[in-house]
């Protein structure tokens, strides 16, 4: 039903930037959420950043605030994370996901969203 693809992972050094894509299909994401999240080794999944398709309201994990930026392009069912100053700390499999309907409130919440991509590796060396 939903599809969705992350891409523009790899290797880079401290402080510097990336660009993660989110390619999605299958259905209209009109009203509903793309999240991203990141997992580290022997780390729980956890919360990045995520944006309202149809209005582009934008959330933000303090961690990456001032550094993190995602936004959409409609024309080609995009979402992407922007990635500067980025820190080893930053190291970790980035997963973007939909939901199937939940309430704002649970923007922040792996366990409310229905739909994952396989992910991409981040890797900042120090």
């Known amino acids: 039903q939903v599809q969705l693809v992350e891409s523009g992972g790899g290797v880079v050094q401290a402080g510097g930037s990336l660009r993660l894509s989110c390619a999605a299909s299958?259905?209209?994401?009109?009203?509903?959420?793309i999240g991203w999240f990141r997992q580290a080794p022997g780390k729980e999944r956890e919360f990045v950043a995520a944006?309202?398709?149809?209005?582009?309201?934008?959330y933000y994990a303090d961690s990456v605030k001032g550094r993190f930026t995602i936004s959409r392009d409609n024309a080609k069912n995009t979402v992407y994370l922007q990635m500067d100053s980025l820190k080893p700390e930053d190291t970790a499999v980035y997963y973007c996901?939909?939901?199937?309907?939940?309430?704002?409130?649970?923007?922040?919440?792996?366990?409310?969203?229905?739909?994952w991509g396989q992910g991409t590796q981040v890797t900042v060396s120090s």
């Open positions: 944006i309202r398709w149809s209005s582009s309201v934008t």
């Open positions: 299958g259905r209209t994401y009109s009203g509903y959420f």
């Open positions: 996901a939909a939901d199937g309907g939940m309430d704002s409130r649970y923007y922040y919440d792996r366990e409310h969203y229905d739909y």
